[in-house]
């Protein structure tokens, strides 16, 4: 069946290091790939997503490449704050209405 | 333009009583859904409607009923509460079903002692 697999957190870092959050999926047919992101006590805010392998989602200075050859959707950020302290959340939609989530992985920054 | 909204914030329920979860949303949006938020276990559909008038179940459908009142609103209900549905609910829309893009309401926290 479809899934999606993150690497555990957390993550810490400190400010201005390099995030990757690594995301792998396996799905039949040509899921959408997306990344959320949920701040304490808030609900999932999309942050980017991709619709076709080689697409680039990009937003906030974080970037994902779909790579179908790798079933793989990794997250990057150049320069981290601690605004980006959060949960990040993997996710793909194949069939209609099946977003399937990865568990979380939780980034921790500090100053 | 609120989005998504979703009360109660958040609730303490006994085992054994009801309650209904309420969402509604003004994008214009088609499809609607219901996940429940677990520690390490990410998120899972509970429930969803792909349009108005049209309810189906989602990954984890038990012990739950839905609503899908009018193209605004989709309500959750839980008959007879128990301690395994403490959780965090989150209820979502997208503007149809398929690859689109789902937003998220601020979520109900909901504690069954």
């Known amino acids: 069946g479809n899934s999606v697999t993150q690497m555990e957190g957390p993550v810490t870092l400190s400010e201005e290091a390099f995030l990757t959050i690594n995301c792998t999926y396996t799905a039949t047919g040509y899921p959408s790939l997306f990344w959320y992101v949920q701040y304490p006590g808030e609900g999932l805010q999309l942050l980017l997503k991709a619709t076709k392998a080689d697409d680039k989602g990009s937003n906030k200075g974080f970037e994902a490449t779909y790579r179908k050859e790798t079933t793989s959707f990794h997250l990057e950020k150049g320069s981290v704050q601690v605004s980006d302290s959060a949960v990040y959340f993997c996710a793909l939609i194949t069939s209609p209405d099946k977003l399937i989530f990865g568990t979380g992985t939780r980034l921790q920054v500090f100053p | 333009n609120a989005g998504v909204t979703q009360t109660p914030k958040f609730q303490v329920l006994k085992t054994g009583q009801s309650m209904t979860l309420q969402c509604a949303q003004d994008?214009?949006?088609?499809?609607m859904y219901w996940y429940r938020q677990d520690p390490g276990m990410g998120l899972r559909l509970i429930y969803y409607?792909?349009?108005?008038?049209?309810?189906d179940k989602g990954e984890v459908p038990n012990g739950y009923n839905v609503s899908r009142l009018n193209k605004r609103e989709f309500s959750l209900r839980l008959e007879s509460a128990a301690p395994s549905q403490t959780s965090v609910y989150f209820c979502?829309?997208?503007?149809?079903?398929?690859?689109?893009?789902?937003?998220f309401g601020p979520g109900t926290r909901l504690l069954v002692l």
């Open positions: 994008m214009n949006h088609n499809s």
């Open positions: 979502a829309s997208s503007e149809t079903a398929g690859k689109e893009t789902q937003y």
């Open positions: 409607s792909a349009s108005e008038g049209t309810t």
